[in-house]
């Protein structure tokens, strides 16, 4: 009875133990979903980190390497005699790029001196001419001057004698003979007058002889500038540093005037067209540090907020042939963030780096201090 009474004991006993530990398909459920919920606490934290990130640190892979491109065009038309430069070939502030044939234009330079010669010795014949005549004009007043003199004498004289004679002192043939006198002074004054008069304007004539000729010494002087203007701009030099691009003129090959013949990226002008989405350019303000990523570079490049754009295209504003705006149909749920043209300027970069206008980059900015409210 004791042996038959313990073992469903024993077995009671082995029945209760393992009800108590759980079952191994449990263990696997909550390993699971601890499992699960870890790794969405996780997401969740990185998720939250990531967007903090990119709200505090806007960033873009939508950049591109711009810089200016000054465009040589000769200002005189011939034909190129010297050409020395290669394609891509770097060049100095001032080097000579083009020298067009300067024959014609010495010819015009000569020609031009010679006329301008020519207009100085036309004036100075006029003012000779004039001098002299001013000094006729001087003689001929003090010559009037002179027979207005002898005029007041004669009338005095003839005055004088006519009352002699009404009080019948005089003789009538003195008095005659004083009038006589003065007719003949009153005519040589009326002559005297007549030839001053024609004397000044013979002088009013050199006078605008001599401005025309001082005229024509400043058109020839213009031109005479214009001829060694014309001379210089046979030869071209850089007006900046930088690379020749996409060269396609030859020498012997006629240079027309205000055409396009040499295109040179100006070293020193290199920046970065950064577009940022308009959700996160309130975190991006003027002075930002910014990092430049190259696509064919590990290093990033160092640089900074320059300005960011005050307008874009608006497709909707455009008018139709009847002047009415043109509105595109949109999606009411579905609003696309425009992208907003952000300046960079490069501060440094590796001496290695060969920069391109035209390249892809992407674009970080770190935004070091808080935004001042303007």
Known sequence: MTETQKKPANAEGTTSTSEAQPSPSLWGRSARVAITLAALAIAVVMGRWMWLAYMESPWTRDGVIRASIIVVAPQVSGVLVDLPLT?????????LLIRID?????????SAEA?????RAGLDEVTAQETVQRAQVAVNEAQLEQQHAALIFARQQADRYTTLLERQVGTAQAAQQYSSQLEQAQATVASAQATL???RQRLAAYKSQREAAEASIATAQARLEQAKTN???TEIRSPVNGWVANLLARAGN?????R???SIVDADSFWVDAYFEETTIANIQVGDSAKIKLMGYDQPIVGRVDSMARAIDVA??????????TVNPVFTWVRLAQRIPVRILIDEKPKDFLLAAGMTATVQIDRKAPRKPE
């Open 87 to 95: 394609d891509n070939q770097f060049v100095k502030k001032d080097d």
């Open 102 to 110: 300067p024959t014609d234009y010495r010819i015009a330079l000569d």
């Open 115 to 119: 006329a301008l010669r020519q207009a």
């Open 197 to 199: 008069a024609e004397a």
């Open 231 to 233: 001379l210089s701009r």
């Open 254 to 258: 006629f240079a027309t005037a205000q």
């Open 260 to 262: 396009d013949l040499v």
């Open 316 to 325: 909707n504003a455009r008018p139709n042939v009847q002047g009415v705006a």
